[in-house]
DNA sequence: TATCATTTGTTCGTATGTATC
DNA sequence: CGATACATACGAACAAATGAT
């Protein structure tokens, strides 16, 4: 029953009845307009914030701030750029606060991804976000202590710039491939508090592994993490000029 | 206080105090443990269950599916090849249906990154599935009436493979780019029936534009839409070997 | 500055429906 | 069939933020 509301209120919302900007029925009206209970509005009001249909707010109400099927304002570009020999070129990103540099043991989706499970690795912590619209996004790159040792001056200032990191690894003797990993899930509480998440808005998620091209060996894993409900990724495909003769196999996927 | 709730018996699962398999106590012996109301209890089992540390069935109980920061068991490539000069080649999909062929007029997301607001695209509609998990998605292709027009074949049998799109624009003349747009959002109450996601798990979604790559004229927009507690999308990020626009170019970097 | 009505946020207790075993 | 457990909904109370008086 609160789907149903909640799906009555989102094609009012599309057809027009409510304009972007307006502010919906209080949830007392709506309780008398639909005959139903306060917990059953306020499961379908639950509904319509995730789809990212309404804002509310303690003490003013429920305000309409999309019709849906929109595209989100902030685009952030997976591009990389190589204008020399091991010159480097990335997206700009605007950091929040100072870099927090610790050391840990590789787990979860970046030990799987470097291949380097339980090993240590120097974390790079940024708080980066879009000066346009204030987006808030977390940025986290690992330094396994494998490629540090054969990058030295990592070492020693891990908090470069990106583009650097991959100038010195560049300069280490190492051809640089990259891949992407992208996936959601709903923000844990604390990531709802360091990111500003004030509604339930999902949490895109990153993983771009910087590898050795020739031995295929992971070097370096960047983490990025950023509210969906305002953040798309973009990506430029490059086709493959792969020969017919033989079909080059991706990792398969089973852990 | 659902939240702190929802924190301890998070850290519990990820401490092994709860192993994967097992069924967490009852929501009536959590209000005894926690000393909280049946409300509570259900605000926090909601929030682990969009986490994906659990799953819950009527009945049954509270399972563990989890402890959290693990790599999605399904990886979706999104990789191109060219093997000829018109000869494409793509991922398999397996379709779970027949596909459904409508016209549509362009809205939304596709619209945008068409640059067609409102003109009419054929669209082509597929449920697809990763047949090793049962993992379902959801696949639409837009074609334009603007493509259509300059590639007849198109408009006669749209429902042909995706490489085959790709053969046909190639062979009416035009040379191909890609671009991949993601983000996530919840997942509307009719995604959540044909995607058959029991849990509220975000949905990842992704548009791939296909474009003219000299006059920058987008040609194709295909949409996937896969839930993303249980998948990852995989990008190849190629380096682009721009000139450098401020930097005078001394050497003819022909690599 | 203080007060008050409005509105959402959170929790509680209870009841009923429904799937599982 | 019955006990258990989750799903859904109702009614009530209080907290907290907001905006106007």
New binding site residues.
């Given amino acids: 029953?609160?789907?149903?509301v909640a799906e009555k209120v989102a094609a009012d919302i599309k057809r027009g009845r409510y304009q972007v900007g307006e502010?919906?029925?209080?949830?007392?009206?709506?309780?008398q307009m639909y005959?139903?209970?306060?917990?059953?509005?306020?499961?379908a009001?639950g509904e319509l914030?995730r789809m990212g249909l309404i804002e509310?707010?303690?003490?003013?109400?429920?305000m309409v701030i999309s019709t849906g099927g929109t595209v989100p304002p902030v685009t952030i570009p997976r591009a990389i750029q190589q204008r020399g020999k091991g010159s480097w070129f990335l997206p700009e990103m605007t950091e929040a606060e100072a870099p927090a540099i610790s050391r840990t043991s590789l787990d979860g989706p970046p030990a799987v991804h470097l291949g380097q499970q339980d090993q240590d690795a120097i974390s790079v912590d940024r708080m980066v976000y879009d000066p346009k619209t204030g987006t808030r996004m977390a940025h986290r790159t690992f330094i396994p202590l494998s490629t540090a040792a054969e990058a030295p001056s990592l070492a020693e200032a891990p908090e470069v710039p990106t583009s650097e990191i991959y100038e010195q690894l560049t300069q280490a003797g190492f051809s640089l491939s990259f891949t992407e990993h992208v996936t959601a899930r709903a923000p844990f509480p604390d990531e709802r508090m360091s990111l500003g998440l004030d509604e339930a808005s999902p949490l895109l998620i990153t993983y771009r592994i910087t590898a050795d091209a020739e031995q295929e060996r992971p070097l370096l894993c960047e983490e990025l993490r950023a509210p969906a409900a305002t953040c798309q990724l973009t990506f430029s495909l490059t086709p493959t000029k792969a020969p017919a003769k033989r079909t080059p196999r991706r990792r398969s996927a089973s852990e």
Same sequence: chains 1, 2.
């Avoid at 029953?1 to 149903?4: C, D, G, I, K």
């Avoid at 502010?23 to 309780?31: D, G, I, K, R, V």
């Avoid at 509310?56 to 429920?62: A, D, N, P, V």
């Fill in positions: 029953m609160a789907t149903q502010t919906l029925p209080s949830e007392a009206q709506m309780e005959g139903v209970g306060k917990a059953t509005i306020r499961t009001m914030k509310t707010r303690q003490g003013k109400g429920s």
